[in-house]
């Protein structure tokens, strides 16, 4: 893993650490820190890190707005960097929120070591088809065809392959 | 430090080009293997890796107290700013909200499973009714109590007697407001 540079942000000084000794005990060898979104804004253009966690819930700029920025300001460095959101937040509506803000994968906290570890394998094995529209900027929200469903399509437009 | 116009929040971007260039197609970018290509083929993170890593959690030694306590402070001034409102309480509502997640997601991640799952109980019924009346904040202020003293006596998990009867009282209070809520 030491290849991945890492980018974690988080408010909460102790939680933080624990998040950067996990990863060196994953192997990652290169992770980068910050404690809001605004200070991450620089060392994520700084650093260009190729995967980002973040916490949501933080002073100033959290784990949302962050992801938004990421996503579509003009002078981000990689708009489609696999973002894994931390939450304590485990309410269908609270995730699909998430989700529409272009974040890869939430992770609920309180989670284990293995549930960590997968989300990350997750992210590097699976990685998914990234969507440009109007409202919506991220990876795509459908990650399996849905057989069994017969309504009509919910997609005011198809995207078109870029 | 960003120059100026990296701090324009208002800014979208992608909303600017779609209108300027009467973009109405959404596109989409077929997903690469990118992360996989730089690890190579056979990297993974072992069983071995995670039980370690899992270790950091389970003998975690830094004392969460003093944030417990910050957090449950914040929820106690919230408390009582609403309680002196008498219209658009709910205004409030996710403000309210943050420091219980906060407590429900890293409490336990520092070894106190109860204020976790305490927490947990309080935010699904404030999720759930998403009322902040008297009642219901009588209920935040019991839970208060509950962690402080979670906290004062190292109350840790709800296996314990202590624990438990902490986590009836709660319990028990939120039942009897959704009892009358039925009504």
């Known amino acids: 893993m030491k290849e991945l540079k890492v980018l974690v942000i988080d408010d909460c000084a102790?939680?933080?650490?624990?998040?950067?000794s996990i990863l060196d005990r994953f192997g990652f060898t290169s992770?980068?820190?910050?404690?809001?979104?605004?200070?991450?804004?620089?060392?994520?253009?700084?650093?260009?890190?190729?995967?980002?966690?973040?916490?949501?819930?933080?002073?100033?700029?959290?784990?949302?707005?962050?992801?938004?920025?990421?996503?579509?300001?003009?002078?981000?460095?990689?708009?489609?960097?696999?973002?894994?959101?931390?939450?304590?937040f485990s309410e269908r509506e609270r995730i699909g929120k998430a989700r529409d803000s272009g974040v890869t994968e939430v992770l609920v906290?309180?989670?284990?070591?293995?549930?960590?570890?997968?989300?990350?394998?997750?992210?590097?094995?699976?990685?998914?088809d990234f969507i440009e529209a109007m409202e919506f900027l991220g990876p795509d929200r459908r990650r399996r065809p849905d057989d069994d469903y017969i309504g009509g399509n919910k997609r005011s437009a198809e995207p078109i392959d870029a | 430090m960003l120059d100026k116009e990296f701090h324009l929040r208002e800014e979208d971007d992608q909303l600017y080009i779609y209108k300027l260039y009467g973009l109405t197609k959404p596109r989409k970018i077929k997903a690469e293997k990118t992360l996989r290509i730089k690890i190579g083929a056979n990297a993974e993170i072992s069983a071995k890796q995670i039980e370690k890593a899992q270790e950091i959690i389970d003998r975690a030694t830094v004392d969460f107290t003093p944030f417990a306590n910050e957090m449950i402070g914040d929820i106690e001034n919230r408390t009582a700013y609403i309680q002196s409102l008498t219209y658009g309480r709910e205004e409030e509502y996710e403000a309210l909200l943050i420091p219980f997640i906060q407590l429900k997601g890293q409490a336990a991640m520092f070894g106190n499973r109860f204020v976790s799952e305490l927490s947990q109980v309080v935010l699904s019924f404030l999720e759930k009714y998403r009322r902040l009346d008297d009642t219901s904040l009588e209920i935040v202020g019991a839970y208060c109590k509950s962690v402080r003293l979670s906290y004062e006596k190292e109350i840790?998990?709800?296996?314990?007697?202590?624990?438990?009867?902490?986590?009836?009282?709660?319990?028990y209070a939120i039942k009897r407001y959704e009892d009358r809520f039925k009504g």
């Open chain 1, 31 to 88: 992770i980068v820190t910050a404690r809001d979104g605004e200070e991450a804004f620089a060392v994520f253009q700084a650093e260009k890190p190729d995967l980002v966690i973040t916490d949501w819930h933080m002073p100033n700029v959290d784990g949302l707005e962050f992801c938004h920025w990421i996503r579509r300001n003009k002078h981000s460095v990689n708009r489609r960097v696999p973002i894994i959101l931390m939450t304590g």
């Open chain 1, 14 to 20: 102790p939680m933080l650490g624990m998040m950067v």
């Open chain 2, 156 to 171: 840790t998990t709800l296996e314990l007697n202590n624990a438990r009867v902490l986590y009836s009282e709660v319990q």
């Open chain 1, 109 to 128: 906290k309180p989670f284990t070591a293995k549930d960590l570890a997968r989300r990350i394998m997750y992210v590097i094995d699976v990685p998914r």
